[in-house]
């Protein structure tokens, strides 16, 4: 084809735009330009070159008719696949709703990580996912949900409020008790069903290799003699606080001074270059990154752990702390207890795999299981632990909500004078062309309807969709007949297509 | 040896081949697509790559890092909507090139920046990653505040025309980055009760609210007239000259430098380090070309898509020798390496070295394929955007609000994106600059977090701050910066201000 030749894409993209149309409606009516913008077509395709001129409005009458059947046939080919890609769509739609059974669970169970993907919880939680589905120990699938933020509260909050079905779980260590006893979140155990508490994980004390401090002990006396010096690398609020103020509380007048490091790769890194002086981290992550110059000072269990028999617990130092720690499984209140114990029982069967049994060696995991009474003990257990730690604010630092905000009114205040003085240079430039608002912001509401409409739970994604791009493309195109198969068929495509995208191929689920 | 023998087995045989287009296309197009990025698109495969052997799986993940890193130049360049956050700064450049007539010219640069950017960042990565990711530990939380200072202050001098709009806009942006968990202190802050404001507000619905949403209004106001998507033509004018290359040579290879160090530095993406090497570009061009940055300066093109892509290299650089992720991505990859069994950190080097082959040659394959498949098909993939606007909005913005709420599926983050859409609306209305905000919005965590963990360790002195040689070079750096542009404007005060 002529403008193919010369290489001049977007008279070609238009002109099969206006053929797309035309294979739905009278062909012959459609080459005038209503679809693009006469100016664009005309003087650009001019300017372009005289190959696209021709093509696009024909001047050879046979060429164009050659040009036009298969330029129809290609249509007609381009859209057999879209036809097929919605038909597709919505047949995976329909046998997603067909599959559920009679019996709990009906549809395919959520777990809630209230992590970033990718860390030790999350880790965890697929872990347990990839058996249960490997090894179908449910007739439906696990799906792991991430749902970071606010500590812990954000997924902790999700999962207490959903319904109260089985479907919805949470999977989140003792943060969910720390959290609660610091006051952070809410949200405590009293406020959920507890399945089971599964795979153990130790924690260790670290130091650098070159550290003054040799052994637990030499720590501990460094902190008492000299308070507030010994820089202890935690993640403020959460377990590693908890458990380094436990370790301050076994000995008399010892006081740590605490570095808020965030996760573990930055309180790793701090003590490497020497930023700090001790740090907590997860037996597997010691384990991982002991070759960085890293020496375990103990141990903080109740017994030495098989893969690194040399460092002794803190009970043999004379300071027991324990600050084991397992991944619970948390329903929402209410749920009913036999699906609760349904879950706790599939959950038995999963520890027991070779899979999960090899793959949490490798993470230096526990594949331990906690249930029933021995299960309630041990949270009552450790609440009351966490009741008696008070942790304080020990370093006054610099309000930075008051200096931003003092900042952000300041430069406000010389904006305005800035504009105030330079008024009259303050010309719209803008004119020439009416904006239309109208389209812009009912379009919008329109937009915030379809999210209120999901939100709520009205409606689910697929109908949502359909009505809203079907909608909003009648309005934006004025309710022009000739765009209704198109708004049609791109309704189809991102409601159906988009939902088996989502849900089959990335398991991600939609409102 | 053997372990680069086995690594270039699985890279080049069908199936390996298979998956590095497949990823890099996939990334390119998913980068494309304003609202959706790499990091959520590796986010959602690596769940898929569980049941591929773990080789294969990161073949595939490390395409996408680079396809979508590299993607989003399009539909910055066409549609003034930085598919990525790593493309904000060629928004700023490419659009305007784009919009005076040179698409292809605006695009091919990209695309050859982006190339080099990827190639001599993948150099560092081979070479240097052990050493330097040594010396990066060495840094500490005062060492980093001055770095994330004088990227702040950079901000001033790509602000555009007014530098009091620049810092209000910025301001405005670490004001938005308050809300949620005061890192130092694990108290509450600025959420006036409201428990959904407890997570903070999250980068990337902000960010497609900011740059995507307020461009739809704008777009929509605008439906009548004539269409903003810019058509592609002379595809010819891609292919950089004898003469780009030389003309670009030292600038290629400063961006990407830039890139690859602020890739190394835990935490700092590939926004910042474009960010970064835009303005270096700018301070060092001649006052002309000084002149056309911001209204489609080649060299800013060029500066911010090499740097980007050269990111990705440097961000790999602490994966792989240290098990500690440099940017969003990385954090994802280093899941991926858990999830895989694979212990990442300095034993990946002995125990997995295949591991660390594969990542390394699959950056550079894909890389590779990268700039052919982009210089072949960027009008194919261009044409998403030439669909008519009246059908494209309604779509765009159902992937806006997927995108959103597919972070971590709350209808809370798709609501921050409508929020933070008609606040960008205004702040175009107002003609208050954008690319402040979202910087004052990602680095100022960062910033406080190390000021306060530095402040907890020194007791509440800040004195280390000059005391520390690292951190005082930062701050005179910063100083100056922030004292160049105000020497020039009273140098030059009596040309008027256009």
Same mark, same amino acid.
């Given at each position: 084809?002529?403008?193919?030749?010369?290489?001049?894409?977007?008279?070609?993209?238009?002109?099969?735009?206006?053929?797309?149309?035309?294979?739905?409606?009278?062909?012959?009516?459609?080459?005038?330009?209503?679809?693009?913008?006469?100016?664009?077509?005309?003087?650009?395709?001019?300017?372009?070159?005289?190959?696209?001129?021709?093509?696009?409005?024909?001047?050879?009458?046979?060429?164009?008719?050659?040009?036009?059947?298969?330029?129809?046939?290609?249509?007609?080919?381009?859209?057999?696949?879209?036809?097929?890609?919605?038909?597709?769509?919505?047949?995976?739609?329909?046998?997603?709703?067909?599959?559920?059974?009679?019996?709990?669970?009906?549809?395919?169970?959520?777990?809630?990580?209230?992590?970033?993907?990718?860390?030790?919880?999350?880790?965890?939680?697929?872990?347990?996912?990839?058996?249960?589905?490997?090894?179908?120990?449910?007739?439906?699938?696990?799906?792991?949900?991430?749902?970071?933020?606010?500590?812990?509260?954000?997924?902790?909050?999700?999962?207490?409020?959903?319904?109260?079905?089985?479907?919805?779980?949470?999977?989140?260590?003792?943060?969910?008790?720390?959290?609660?006893?610091?006051?952070?979140?809410?949200?405590?155990?009293?406020?959920?069903?507890?399945?089971?508490?599964?795979?153990?994980?130790?924690?260790?004390?670290?130091?650098?290799?070159?550290?003054?401090?040799?052994?637990?002990?030499?720590?501990?006396?460094?902190?008492?003699?000299?308070?507030?010096?010994?820089?202890?690398?935690?993640?403020?609020?959460?377990?590693?606080?908890?458990?380094?103020?436990?370790?301050?509380?076994?000995?008399?007048?010892?006081?740590?001074?605490?570095?808020?490091?965030?996760?573990?790769?930055?309180?790793?890194?701090?003590?490497?270059?020497?930023?700090?002086?001790?740090?907590?981290?997860?037996?597997?992550?010691?384990?991982?990154?002991?070759?960085?110059?890293?020496?375990?000072?103990?141990?903080?269990?109740?017994?030495?752990?098989?893969?690194?028999?040399?460092?002794?617990?803190?009970?043999?130092?004379?300071?027991?702390?324990?600050?084991?720690?397992?991944?619970?499984?948390?329903?929402?209140?209410?749920?009913?207890?036999?699906?609760?114990?349904?879950?706790?029982?599939?959950?038995?069967?999963?520890?027991?795999?070779?899979?999960?049994?090899?793959?949490?060696?490798?993470?230096?995991?526990?594949?331990?299981?906690?249930?029933?009474?021995?299960?309630?003990?041990?949270?009552?257990?450790?609440?009351?632990?966490?009741?008696?730690?008070?942790?304080?604010?020990?370093?006054?630092?610099?309000?930075?909500?008051?200096?931003?905000?003092?900042?952000?009114?300041?430069?406000?205040?010389?904006?305005?004078?800035?504009?105030?003085?330079?008024?009259?240079?303050?010309?719209?430039?803008?004119?020439?062309?009416?904006?239309?608002?109208?389209?812009?912001?009912?379009?919008?509401?329109?937009?915030?309807?379809?999210?209120?409409?999901?939100?709520?739970?009205?409606?689910?994604?697929?109908?949502?969709?359909?009505?809203?791009?079907?909608?909003?493309?009648?309005?934006?195109?004025?309710?022009?007949?000739?765009?209704?198969?198109?708004?049609?068929?791109?309704?189809?495509?991102?409601?159906?297509?988009?939902?088996?995208?989502?849900?089959?191929?990335?398991?991600?689920?939609?409102? | 040896?053997?372990?680069?023998?086995?690594?270039?087995?699985?890279?080049?045989?069908?199936?390996?081949?298979?998956?590095?287009?497949?990823?890099?296309?996939?990334?390119?197009?998913?980068?494309?697509?304003?609202?959706?990025?790499?990091?959520?698109?590796?986010?959602?495969?690596?769940?898929?790559?569980?049941?591929?052997?773990?080789?294969?799986?990161?073949?595939?993940?490390?395409?996408?890092?680079?396809?979508?890193?590299?993607?989003?130049?399009?539909?910055?360049?066409?549609?003034?909507?930085?598919?990525?956050?790593?493309?904000?700064?060629?928004?700023?450049?490419?659009?305007?090139?784009?919009?005076?007539?040179?698409?292809?010219?605006?695009?091919?640069?990209?695309?050859?920046?982006?190339?080099?950017?990827?190639?001599?960042?993948?150099?560092?990565?081979?070479?240097?990653?052990?050493?330097?990711?040594?010396?990066?530990?060495?840094?500490?939380?005062?060492?980093?505040?001055?770095?994330?200072?004088?990227?702040?202050?950079?901000?001033?001098?790509?602000?555009?025309?007014?530098?009091?709009?620049?810092?209000?806009?910025?301001?405005?942006?670490?004001?938005?980055?308050?809300?949620?968990?005061?890192?130092?202190?694990?108290? /509450?802050?600025?959420?006036?009760?409201?428990?959904?404001?407890?997570?903070?507000?999250?980068?990337?619905?902000?960010?497609?609210?900011?740059?995507?949403?307020?461009?739809?209004?704008?777009?929509?106001?605008?439906?009548?007239?004539?269409?903003?998507?810019?058509? /592609?033509?002379?595809?010819?004018?891609?292919?950089?000259?004898?003469?780009?290359?030389?003309?670009?040579?030292?600038?290629?290879?400063?961006?990407?430098?830039?890139?690859?160090?602020?890739?190394?530095?835990?935490?700092?993406?590939?926004?910042?380090?474009?960010?970064?090497?835009?303005?270096?570009?700018?301070?060092?061009?001649?006052?002309?070309?000084?002149?056309?940055?911001?209204?489609?300066?080649?060299?800013?093109?060029?500066?911010?898509?090499?740097?980007?892509?050269?990111?990705?290299?440097?961000?790999?650089?602490?994966?792989?020798?240290?098990?500690?992720?440099?940017?969003?991505?990385?954090?994802? /990859?280093?899941?991926?390496?858990?999830?895989?069994?694979?212990?990442?950190?300095?034993?990946?080097?002995?125990?997995?070295?295949?591991?660390?082959?594969?990542?390394?040659?699959?950056?550079?394959?894909?890389?590779?394929?990268?700039?052919?498949?982009?210089?072949?098909?960027?009008?194919?993939?261009?044409?998403?955007?030439?669909?008519?606007?009246?059908?494209?909005?309604?779509?765009?913005?159902?992937?806006?609000?997927?995108?959103?709420?597919?972070?971590?599926?709350?209808?809370?983050?798709?609501?921050?994106?409508?929020?933070?859409?008609?606040?960008?609306?205004?702040?175009?209305?107002?003609?208050?600059?954008?690319?402040?905000?979202?910087?004052?919005?990602?680095?100022?965590?960062?910033?406080?977090?190390?000021?306060?963990?530095?402040?907890?360790?020194?007791?509440?002195?800040?004195?280390?701050?000059?005391?520390?040689?690292?951190?005082?070079?930062?701050?005179?750096?910063?100083? /100056?910066?922030?004292?160049?542009?105000?020497?020039?404007?009273?140098?030059?005060?009596?040309?008027?201000?256009?």
């Amino acid at each position: 084809m002529a403008a193919r030749r010369s290489g001049d894409t977007t008279c070609l993209t238009l002109e099969q735009t206006r053929r797309d149309v035309a294979f739905h409606l009278q062909p012959e009516q459609t080459m005038v330009d209503r679809y693009v913008p006469e100016r664009l077509n005309g003087r650009r395709c001019a300017q372009w070159g005289h190959d696209s001129m021709k093509s696009a409005f024909g001047p050879s009458k046979t060429q164009s008719q050659i040009d036009r059947m298969t330029e129809t046939q290609r249509s007609a080919l381009k859209h057999s696949i879209v036809g097929l890609l919605i038909l597709f769509s919505i047949a995976q739609y329909v046998k997603l709703g067909s599959s559920m059974g009679d019996e709990f669970p009906r549809k395919p169970i959520r777990v809630v990580v209230p992590f970033q993907p990718g860390g030790g919880s999350d880790t965890f939680a697929r872990i347990v996912q990839k058996a249960i589905n490997d090894y179908e120990l449910m007739p439906q699938p696990l799906v792991v949900v991430n749902k970071p933020g606010g500590g812990t509260s954000i997924g902790s909050s999700y999962v207490k409020d959903a319904r109260p079905d089985g479907y919805t779980a949470l999977c989140l260590h003792e943060a969910l008790m720390v959290a609660k006893s610091n006051g952070q979140s809410p949200n405590g155990p009293a406020d959920y069903e507890v399945a089971a508490a599964t795979g153990e994980f130790g924690v260790v004390l670290l130091v650098s290799e070159e550290s003054p401090y040799d052994s637990l002990g030499d720590l501990m006396s460094a902190a008492q003699s000299s308070p507030e010096t010994v820089k202890f690398g935690v993640n403020l609020n959460t377990p590693t606080h908890f458990t380094a103020i436990m370790l301050e509380n076994t000995l008399p007048g010892a006081r740590f001074r605490f570095v808020a490091t965030g996760g573990g790769a930055h309180r790793l890194a701090g003590v490497m270059g020497g930023h700090l002086d001790v740090i907590i981290l997860s037996v597997g992550e010691y384990v991982r990154f002991k070759q960085n110059g890293l020496k375990a000072i103990a141990y903080l269990g109740k017994e030495r752990v098989a893969s690194i028999p040399e460092v002794p617990t803190g009970e043999e130092l004379g300071f027991p702390v324990y600050s084991g720690n397992l991944h619970y499984w948390w329903f929402p209140k209410g749920t009913d207890a036999s699906v609760v114990s349904y879950f706790a029982e599939v959950l038995g069967k999963v520890m027991k795999t070779e899979y999960v049994t090899q793959r949490l060696q490798e993470l230096q995991v526990l594949p331990r299981i906690i249930v029933g009474d021995e299960l309630s003990q041990r949270i009552d257990d450790r609440m009351a632990t966490f009741g008696t730690v008070k942790p304080e604010q020990r370093v006054e630092l610099p309000d930075f909500e008051r200096w931003t905000v003092a900042f952000v009114l300041v430069i406000l205040g010389i904006v305005i004078v800035n504009r105030i003085r330079s008024q009259k240079s303050e010309t719209d430039s803008e004119s020439g062309t009416r904006l239309r608002y109208d389209f812009a912001f009912g379009a919008l509401a329109m937009t915030i309807v379809y999210v209120l409409l999901m939100g709520l739970g009205f409606v689910s994604f697929v109908w949502a969709t359909i009505l809203y791009v079907v909608a909003a493309g009648l309005f934006l195109t004025r309710m022009d007949r000739k765009k209704w198969i198109p708004i049609l068929q791109v309704a189809l495509l991102m409601s159906f297509g988009l939902h088996y995208v989502f849900t089959q191929l990335f398991t991600i689920d939609l409102p | 040896m053997e372990a680069i023998q086995t690594a270039s087995a699985y890279l080049f045989s069908p199936q390996g081949v298979m998956l590095v287009v497949l990823g890099t296309v996939l990334g390119i197009t998913m980068g494309a697509i304003p609202g959706l990025t790499g990091a959520m698109l590796i986010a959602l495969t690596l769940p898929l790559t569980f049941n591929m052997d773990p080789i294969n799986a990161f073949i595939l993940l490390i395409s996408m890092y680079v396809g979508s890193i590299s993607g989003g130049l399009i539909t910055a360049t066409l549609l003034r909507m930085p598919g990525t956050p790593a493309s904000i700064m060629t928004t700023m450049d490419g659009y305007p090139m784009a919009k005076a007539g040179r698409p292809g010219r605006a695009l091919g640069l990209g695309i050859t920046a982006s190339f080099v950017g990827g190639c001599i960042s993948w150099l560092f990565l081979i070479t240097l990653s052990g050493p330097i990711a040594l010396y990066s530990t060495k840094l500490g939380p005062f060492d980093f505040f001055a770095l994330v200072l004088l990227a702040l202050v950079l901000i001033a001098s790509i602000g555009g025309k007014s530098i009091s709009l620049a810092f209000l806009s910025a301001s405005l942006g670490v004001l938005a980055s308050l809300p949620g968990i005061d890192k130092a202190t694990g108290n /509450l802050r600025m959420t006036f009760g409201f428990e959904e404001l407890n997570g903070g507000l999250k980068l990337l619905p902000v960010l497609i609210g900011l740059f995507a949403i307020s461009q739809v209004i704008s777009d929509l106001a605008r439906l009548e007239e004539k269409i903003t998507i810019i058509p /592609l033509k002379r595809t010819r004018e891609m292919l950089f000259s004898l003469k780009d290359w030389k003309d670009q040579a030292v600038n290629l290879i400063r961006s990407s430098v830039i890139g690859t160090w602020i890739g190394i530095l835990p935490g700092i993406g590939a926004n910042i380090g474009s960010v970064s090497a835009y303005s270096a570009a700018k301070s060092f061009s001649k006052p002309e070309e000084q002149e056309k940055f911001g209204k489609g300066s080649e060299t800013a093109i060029v500066a911010a898509e090499s740097a980007n892509n050269a990111t990705i290299g440097g961000a790999l650089i602490p994966l792989v020798s240290l098990g500690i992720p440099g940017s969003v991505v990385d954090a994802i /990859l280093l899941g991926g390496l858990l999830i895989h069994g694979l212990q990442p950190g300095p034993l990946l080097f002995q125990q997995n070295p295949e591991m660390v082959y594969t990542i390394m040659g699959a950056m550079f394959v894909s890389n590779v394929f990268m700039i052919l498949f982009m210089l072949l098909a960027v009008r194919y993939i261009a044409r998403l955007a030439a669909l008519p606007r009246s059908l494209l909005m309604p779509v765009i913005l159902v992937f806006c609000i997927i995108g959103s709420f597919a972070l971590s599926t709350r209808m809370f983050d798709v609501w921050t994106m409508i929020f933070f859409g008609l606040l960008g609306f205004a702040f175009e209305r107002m003609k208050v600059p954008l690319a402040p905000f979202v910087i004052g919005f990602i680095l100022a965590p960062i910033a406080e977090e190390n000021l306060q963990a530095g402040l907890m360790a020194s007791n509440g002195s800040f004195l280390p701050l000059v005391q520390r040689p690292v951190s005082l070079i930062f701050i005179l750096a910063s100083a /100056l910066l922030l004292a160049a542009p105000l020497y020039k404007k009273f140098k030059y005060s009596d040309t008027p201000d256009s």
